[in-house]
C-alpha cells in the first residue's frame, strides 16, 4: 500500500499513531464485558477411575497430585453422578490445588463447585451433623480466606448431603493463577472430612495490552502440572524431537496490528528550478521478535550466537509454533489457514514520488504484523509453555507513506551556496594535464584549450 500525501497532512494522520506506537487492525475477540468458560482440569475427579463402591489414590491434574483418595461415584454418591475428592484423608487434613488455564492477570473469576459433608463410613454423627470446614483460596500474598463450612449431614453416617453451585470469585494476580481447596477439620478421625467435585469456572477477561512493544514481550512462563518450571527446561524439551511438542494459539490474546512508522531510503532534498520525480527501489525487512529468544538475551545465555530469533535457534519449536498458528483457523480473524506463520519478510516496491522545487521528500513504511499468544504443551511429561511471538503479518500489506514539504532555513541556504569548483588552470605554468594546446597559436593571439578527460 502507497499513500502519496503532504507533509503537514502525513502528520497530522499518523499523529495518534506514533503516540500509541501501533494500530490495532483485528479487535481481539475477548472485550472486558464477555464471560466465558475456564476449563478446569479433571474437575469431576473422574481420573483415576475409582471403583462404584470404592476409592482410587491420587486425582490426576490437582496437586499434590500423589496424596489423598477419590470416592467412586456410588460410595460419592453425587446426584450427577461424579466421583469426588476427599479432603482428609488417612489421618491428615489435605489440601488440593490446581491452576486455572488461559486466565490472564486482571481478570474477573468465578469458581464454582460442590460439596458435601464426609460419607467414610468410619465417620461419627457429631463430626457431620453441623457440617464440616475448609477454605477455598487464591494462592498469593493476599489476605487470609474465609471458610466455607459444608450443609450439615444426614443422621445416617455414610449418606451425602450434597450443595451444588457454591462459588468463590477473585480477580487473578498472575497468569494461569492457582486456587486450593484445605481442610480445616481437625478432629478425631481424620478420614472423615469434605468431599468437592464438578469444579468449574467462568472468567471475564481482562482487555488485551495492546501497549506492550515488540521489543519487550512479556517473558515465558513453564510449568510442570501446577508446579513452575526453569522455562529453558521446557523449551528444549520441545525442542528435542518434531512432535514433543504442540502449540496452541490463544485467539483471545493474539491479533493483528499496524507498527510505528519508521523512515526507509534516503531524504531527497530537490534544490533545482523544476520537479523531480524520485524513481527509487524500497527494500524493507520485517525481522521476527519472541519471548524466548528475548528470555535467553536477559539471562545472557543468547540461543545460538548469530542467530537472532528462535526459527533460527530452535527450528523444531518454530515448526510446531507455525503448525499450531495454521491449524488455528476459523477460530479467530487473527488467524488463518490463508495466513502462514511467517518468521521474516522482506518486501521490495518500485517507487516514483515527485518532489517540487525547493522541497524535501522521504518514505516512510508501516509494518503490518501480527501478536502470536500460545501455549506448548507435552502430555507426556506435563510441560507446559507459554510464550509470545511478534512476527510481519503476511495478510495485511505494509503502509508506505510518502513525505514532502519546505525546505527548513539550513537547507535552503545550503541550496542557494555557490558551486565549488577549481579556478580556471593556467595552461602555460599549471600542472593540469588534462589541458592541452590545440596547434600553434599565431603570433600575439590567446591560448585555446580543450578539455579531453573531464
Not at 85 to 102: F, H, I, P, Q
Not at 164 to 171: D, I, K, L, V
Not at 207 to 222: C, N, S, T, W
Not at 265 to 287: F, K, L, Q, S
Request: aromatic residues 6%; neutral net charge; contains cysteine.
Amino acid at each position: 500500500m502507497v499513500l502519496l500525501m503532504g507533509r503537514r497532512l502525513a502528520y497530522r494522520t499518523l499523529a495518534p499513531l506514533a503516540a500509541a506506537g501501533l494500530v490495532l487492525v483485528t479487535a481481539p475477540p475477548s472485550q472486558a464485558a464477555d464471560t466465558v468458560d475456564v476449563p478446569v482440569l479433571n474437575g469431576t475427579f473422574a481420573q483415576p477411575a475409582a471403583p462404584d463402591n470404592g476409592t482410587s489414590a491420587g486425582h490426576a491434574d490437582w496437586s499434590p497430585e500423589n496424596t489423598g483418595v477419590v470416592f467412586g461415584r456410588a460410595l460419592a454418591q453425587h446426584p450427577l453422578g461424579h466421583q469426588a475428592a476427599a479432603l482428609n484423608w488417612n489421618g491428615a487434613a489435605l489440601s488440593l490445588r490446581t491452576r486455572l488455564w488461559g486466565v490472564k492477570a486482571g481478570s474477573t473469576v468465578t469458581l464454582s463447585w460442590d460439596d458435601s459433608p464426609g460419607v467414610d463410613r468410619r465417620c461419627r454423627p457429631e463430626q457431620v451433623k453441623d457440617g464440616q470446614t475448609y477454605n477455598v483460596s487464591l494462592i498469593t500474598t493476599g489476605p487470609a480466606p474465609d471458610p466455607v463450612v459444608t450443609t450439615k449431614g444426614t443422621d445416617t453416617v455414610g449418606t451425602a448431603n450434597w450443595t451444588s453451585g457454591r462459588t468463590f470469585e477473585f480477580t487473578a494476580t498472575e497468569d494461569n493463577p492457582m486456587v486450593s481447596f484445605d481442610s480445616a477439620e481437625q478432629r478425631d478421625s481424620l478420614s472423615c472430612g469434605p468431599l468437592i467435585t464438578n469444579v468449574t469456572a467462568r472468567q471475564t477477561p481482562a482487555p488485551v495490552d495492546q501497549r506492550i512493544r515488540k521489543e519487550q514481550l512479556p517473558g515465558p512462563k513453564a510449568y510442570r502440572g501446577n508446579d513452575r518450571l526453569e522455562p529453558s527446561i521446557a523449551v528444549d524439551d520441545c525442542e528435542g524431537s518434531a512432535t514433543n511438542c504442540v502449540f496452541t494459539v490463544d485467539n483471545r490474546s493474539s491479533y493483528r496490528y499496524y507498527g510505528q512508522t519508521r523512515i526507509v531510503g534516503e531524504v531527497y532534498i530537490n534544490c533545482t528550478r523544476n520537479a523531480v520525480v524520485d524513481d527509487r527501489r524500497m527494500e524493507n525487512t520485517e525481522p521476527p521478535y519472541d519471548s524466548l529468544t528475548q528470555y535467553y538475551a536477559l539471562k545472557g545465555t543468547p540461543l545460538v550466537p548469530n542467530r537472532s530469533d528462535i526459527s533460527q535457534s530452535r527450528p523444531n519449536l518454530a515448526a510446531q509454533a507455525a503448525a499450531g498458528f495454521s491449524t488455528a483457523g476459523g477460530n479467530s480473524a487473527a488467524v488463518s489457514t490463508n495466513n502462514p506463520l511467517t518468521w521474516s519478510r522482506t518486501t521490495t516496491k518500485q517507487l516514483g514520488p515527485t518532489i517540487q522545487p525547493g522541497e524535501m521528500s522521504w518514505i516512510e513504511v508501516q509494518p503490518a504484523r501480527e501478536r502470536v499468544v500460545g501455549t506448548f504443551t507435552n502430555a507426556r511429561n506435563k510441560y507446559r509453555l507459554d510464550a509470545v511471538f511478534d512476527v510481519p503479518s503476511t495478510s495485511l500489506p505494509d503502509r508506505y507513506y510518502q513525505r514532502s514539504g519546505p525546505l527548513t532555513e539550513t537547507e535552503l541556504q545550503r541550496c542557494g551556496a555557490a558551486r565549488p569548483t577549481a579556478g580556471t588552470p593556467d595552461n602555460g605554468a599549471g600542472t593540469d594535464k588534462r589541458l592541452i594546446t590545440v596547434g600553434t597559436p599565431p603570433a600575439g593571439a590567446a591560448t585555446r584549450s580543450v578539455l579531453l578527460d573531464p
